[in-house]
């Protein structure tokens, strides 16, 4: 290129843009990320107030869900601010904001992995003994500090591989295969501890795929099929249960009560008698008025059902289509975990809308915190809807007014590990937004294309600015600092990589299966199902 064409090739340039505006617009994204820390930390107070139990509400089990889930959404809170410096900053400085930027994520992810392994388990193990009037503090105390020796051990374990688990095993660099040496030095870059942290996370991140696996993909479809085909009609669910009372009541006039097998068949009967005696007041009250304007709003539900059911598609859809670019798309393919080093062969429909949006500033963030909080929003259904489980044991319930301690706690970590593997789909949901935003660069055919693995952009270095020279320099694409955290680990640690493509698949296949059976299952009771009331006792 001539020096002319040097200079054309850099003002044409995202980062060309006026110095002056760029100055006055440099605070608008931290400005609008501070206003959305203030109202997650207000939202989720108070969703977690709410949801603890009227009756045994624990102060310290409120403040740890609220901590534990307030700083993992920061972390997923600050990716469009640090998109916006990707692609709005000059590149004279864009390497100095991504430095604070990745201090930032470092600090948040660290405060993460804290309250994940000692706050959280300290409060589960203290809120076990809350409800006992007998225990003093000092035992309660007692009891939490010593079930979280064992996490503070596994997490001293995990910080210490992390230090020293680095790998050299990189491919050689070659002339045709420029990300290779591109990718070594990113993973050169960083740091011992930034490994650290970054194992110990993405260690956290493959058991929330438990969760993301069974949780968020029950939610994406089963949650919509619910609204879709509603609850049953009340007339007929009211027949149904005078029918099957009068049947259990007939029943009970066949038992021995003499005999001990008798007995226990008339009690269990008797039982069933009651519950459904209730059940038909509970519907009875459904059939008034209140029913009425209930019945209104049906369209309305449907229409919402179709919505998520057709947003849950679109996001499968756009993850799908990345899980394909990366297969075609990664010349280091199990190497580097499936980085993609090429631009990709299928467009992806979120990604391509994102990108548009990010060159107009906030309405990108506007589009990315809509994607992010529905995928929330679905796995605290599946939570609400499901309880906490361990596999398919029901350990507690989890609803409005009627969550305990240790449930809060527990279901705050479950979404908590849920939202760690949302911040890896990202790269997955919106590839080119998340890695590079709207920065663009001029191509040896002179054309302007979005910013890739392969691609080099030409800029003034500071120090010639400064003196008004006309010095240039060549340097790659500037990465969003989420994504060189990304790439700086599954360069040195392509396991991760491969674990995360695979388990993607698994998720995929899993939603499919949810969607399958959530067609045939039969539609909710308007009331508490017997097994219900008694979880909900018990439980």
């Known amino acids: 290129f001539q020096a002319g064409h040097k200079q054309q090739a850099f003002s044409r340039s995202p980062q060309a843009s006026p110095k002056r505006k760029f100055r006055m617009l440099v605070w608008l994204p931290w400005a609008i990320t501070a206003g959305v820390f203030l109202g997650l930390f207000v939202v ?36 469009p601010a640090d998109i916006y410096n990707t692609s709005h900053s000059d590149l004279s400085v864009v390497d100095e904001r991504a430095y604070v930027v990745e201090i930032i994520y470092y600090i948040l992810y660290s405060l993460v992995i804290v309250t994940t392994f000692i706050v959280v388990p300290f409060c589960f193990f203290y809120s076990e003994s809350f409800l006992d009037d007998d225990t003093s503090v000092k035992k309660r105390l007692w009891n939490g500090f010593k079930f979280t020796i064992f996490f503070c051990v596994v997490l001293v374990v995990l910080l210490v591989i992390g230090l020293f688990l ?54 994406m479809t089963v949650w919509a099929l619910n609204l879709i085909k ?19 009541k007939q029943m009970q006039t066949h038992f021995d009560k003499n005999t001990k097998r008798g007995k226990k068949q008339y009690e269990d009967y008797k039982q069933k008698e009651i519950y459904l005696e209730e059940k038909l007041k509970a519907l009875g009250k459904l059939t008034g008025g209140c029913r009425f304007f209930a019945q209104l709003f049906v369209p309305f539900k449907i229409l919402i059902g179709f919505g998520v059911l057709g947003f849950s598609a679109f996001i499968l859809v756009s993850i799908v289509i990345t ?16 980085i993609m080093t090429e631009d990709p062969t299928i467009p992806n429909p979120i990604d391509m809308l994102l990108t548009i949006l990010s060159k107009y500033y906030p309405l990108d963030y506007i589009a990315f915190s809509v994607i992010v909080l529905f995928l929330v929003a679905v796995t605290a259904f599946a939570l609400m809807s499901l309880g906490v489980r361990l596999v398919w044991v029901k350990l507690y319930n989890v609803g409005f007014k009627r969550t305990t301690a240790q449930a809060l706690v527990s279901a705050s970590l479950m979404l908590v590990l849920s939202i760690l593997v949302l911040n890896t789909q990202l790269l997955n949901i919106a590839p080119q937004y998340v890695t590079y935003g709207s920065r663009t660069y001029v191509n040896q055919n002179n054309e302007t294309v979005s910013c890739g693995m392969n691609a080099t952009i030409r800029g003034m270095s500071p120090a010639a600015e400064a003196d008004g020279a006309s010095a240039s320099f060549d340097t790659p694409c500037p990465m969003s600092t989420l ?57």
């Open 323 to 338: 899980q394909v670019n990366r297969l075609i798309d990664s010349d280091c393919t199990f190497k580097c975990g499936f």
């Open 483 to 539: 994504a060189t955290i990304f790439n700086q680990l599954y360069s040195g640690m392509g396991f991760f990589g491969i674990v995360f493509y695979i388990a993607t698949w698994a998720w995929v296949i899993a939603v499919g299966i949810f969607f399958a059976l959530g067609i045939f299952w039969c539609r909710k009771s308007n009331v508490m199902t017997e097994e219900e009331m008694i979880e909900d006792e018990f439980l």
């Open 166 to 219: 680095r790998s050299d095993s990189f491919p050689s660099g070659t002339d045709k295969e420029q990300w290779q040496q591109y990718i070594h030095n990113l993973y050169e870059d960083s740091s011992m501890i930034e490994s650290s942290i970054a194992f110990t996370v993405f260690c956290l991140s493959i058991l929330g795929y438990a969760i993301w696996l069974t949780y968020t993909s029950y939610g």
């Open 44 to 79: 989720i107070a108070a969703i977690m107030f709410f949801l603890s139990h009227k009756e045994e509400r624990s102060p310290i089990a409120i403040v740890a869900a609220t901590a534990v889930i307030f700083l993992i959404m920061a972390c997923i809170a600050i990716v």
């Open 230 to 248: 509603g609850r049953k009609r009340v007339d007929s669910e009211i027949r149904d249960t005078e029918a099957e009372l009068a049947k259990i």
